[in-house]
């Protein structure tokens, strides 16, 4: 988890794909480079483009899968973790728990 934690944070967190990649770290148990590379496939952009917060604040703007800044009307908190685990095809336990809490 440290590891994981250190990788994403140095990637820029939420202000590029460093969440995005320790999501695919965690629950595929991909290696950095894979992961990257994974989540650049399922965005159509280049690998190189993670890194780059001013590509990456348009894509999650667009795709809705949370921003550095909440702003009216943009997706937080569990709607942005329901649409990045649609994007990613993975389970996110808090996404999971609020689904059932609903009755979805």
Known sequence: ??????????????????????????SKGMKINEAKEYIAGKLGISVFDLSDSTIMNEIREERGIGELMARPGAPIGIEAKIRIEELLGIKINSVGRFKRMIGM
């Open 1 to 26: 988890m440290a590891i994981t934690h250190e990788t994403s944070a140095g990637m820029g967190g939420i202000r590029t794909a460093g969440d995005l990649a320790a999501r695919m770290q965690m």
